[in-house]
């Protein structure tokens, strides 16, 4: 069954406003988990999933290899109850599969037209995609099938729609009816701002990838996670509490109105925990004694059945002096600073690769000072004077793509942060950014009940 777990910062709560005007901060840390897929003769839900290949003349020679071999494996692992697309694209796009069963005869076809895959000229990633999620959408069938796009480029964009604004709303459009996105960014060339936005609006995963040589891992890992879904159409559900203003820590994509904020989870693998942070700030008439946070998760399971369950927090609001007699869980909040420090991270690297080093900083400073909880924390300090300086382009992307995946903050998670810090100290990050990395670490085997 599905669970739902619930803790707080603070049992007590005050209205009273700070010398900066602020209010005290609500934390809520919604601990979300997926059934365990059931033990049924075919308990995996079947995949509808795209792999879209960059052939451009930058992926010419071993990248464009190295593609073709791990979309290779990709579809010999898939059985004949799984449809599989295959596009390529440069200046024009080719559906090379078209998203029929997996069939024998099938993974010939496929197999054929990979080989015959040769590089082009211009970059028209959006374009690519596009027909990649039109073509899995003529097969999508909500809570029946995991329809995912899985987007390799080695470059930045030149035809067609280029806005990571853009591409990401899009991506949040075709999250919404069912069609998830992962981009993955092969070598330093790829615009990460733009793979970076599909993806977190995608509900999928973003990756930087060094060395072509290391496609298939990462494409290995991504067939793994949706082989092991348990739930589709996942929601999380908060009502804001009346009196109350409310946000999710970490800019996750939501749906927001006067009254409740939802999360659209999309999938989850078998036992997967999201841990979903929300905060919470009185405002100045807001009445005092007891008060509740009604919160609900569901979605289909593999068996296409809907499961729902919900849970509730409980806190009083209090005059200053009663508040400050009870004890606060600092673990919480040190674990919303982090989602939260994540996010602000994101945007200082764009501001930083822009040149603009002044404002990065300013930025990371001005995320804190915002909130009485984040402004105890050193971290954001050091990490805007960080971005005061110019960066590696190799390092901001390993950097960005760490914000990304924190910001989902699941079990999977862990040995891709340890990956992380081993990368940041062999290529000599900086202090404030080992010890950021190392202090998630910490957190996230906290929350697994793992020892240190």
């Not at 599989?84 to 496929?110: K, P, W, Y």
């Not at 390799?152 to 964009?157: E, M, Q, R, S, Y």
Request: proline letters at 2%; a neutral charge; glycine letters at 8%.
């Amino acid at each position: 069954m599905s669970e739902i777990r619930v803790m707080t910062n603070r049992t007590h709560l005050t209205d009273e406003r700070d010398g900066a005007g602020r209010a005290q901060e609500l934390i809520v840390r919604a601990t979300v988990v997926a059934p365990e897929q059931a033990q049924t003769a075919n308990p995996r839900i079947p995949l509808n999933i795209a792999i879209v290949i960059d052939r451009s003349g930058s992926m010419a020679g071993r990248k464009l290899a190295d593609a073709v071999a791990a979309t290779q494996r990709i579809v010999n692992r898939l059985s004949s109850d799984d449809r599989c697309t295959i596009v390529a694209f440069d200046t024009h796009v080719a559906v090379l599969a078209d998203g029929n069963l997996v069939s024998e005869a099938q993974r010939d076809l496929i197999r054929h037209a990979l080989t015959r895959l040769r590089s082009g000229s211009s970059t028209n990633l959006a374009g690519g995609w596009d027909t990649a999620v039109r073509v899995l959408l003529t097969h999508h069938r909500p809570a029946a099938c995991v329809s995912r796009v899985v987007l390799l480029t080695d470059g930045n964009a030149n035809i067609g729609v280029r806005d990571a604004q853009t591409l990401g709303q899009q991506a949040a459009i075709y999250a919404n009816v069912g069609i998830s996105t992962s981009a993955y960014g092969l070598g330093r060339g790829y615009n990460e701002e733009v793979l970076l936005q599909m993806s977190r609006s995608g509900m999928g995963n973003h990756q930087f990838i060094e060395q072509s040589a290391d496609i298939d891992g990462y494409f290995g890992q991504e067939l793994q996670e949706l082989f092991a879904v348990s739930l589709t159409s996942a929601t999380f559900t908060a009502d804001i509490p009346a009196g109350y203003t409310g946000e999710v820590v970490g800019g996750m994509p939501n749906h927001r109105t006067e009254s409740t904020l939802r999360i659209d989870i999309g999938t989850m693998v078998s036992l997967e925990q999201r841990h979903i942070y929300l905060r919470f700030m009185p405002l100045s008439l807001t009445a005092r004694g007891e008060q509740s946070l009604s919160l609900a998760f569901g979605g289909v399971d593999s068996q296409q059945q809907s499961q729902s369950v919900t849970a509730t927090a409980t806190w009083t609001l209090t005059p200053k002096h009663t508040a400050a007699t009870y004890p606060v869980n600092t673990d919480i909040e040190q674990e919303a600073m982090l989602i939260d420090l994540a996010q602000t991270r994101a945007e200082a690297n764009r501001l930083n690769q822009q040149g603009r080093y002044g404002e990065a900083g300013s930025y990371v400073r001005e995320r804190q000072l915002r909130s009485t909880v984040y402004e105890k924390f050193s971290l954001y300090e050091r990490s805007a004077m960080d971005f005061e300086r110019p960066f590696d382009d190799g390092v901001s992307k390993k950097r960005l793509a760490r914000s990304h995946m924190s910001a989902r903050f699941s079990t999977k998670d862990l040995a891709e942060l340890q990956r992380n810090l081993a990368d940041l100290i062999r290529s000599g990050g900086s202090t404030a950014e080992i010890e950021a990395a190392e202090y998630m670490i910490t957190v996230m085997k906290r929350l697994l009940g793992i020892s240190a």
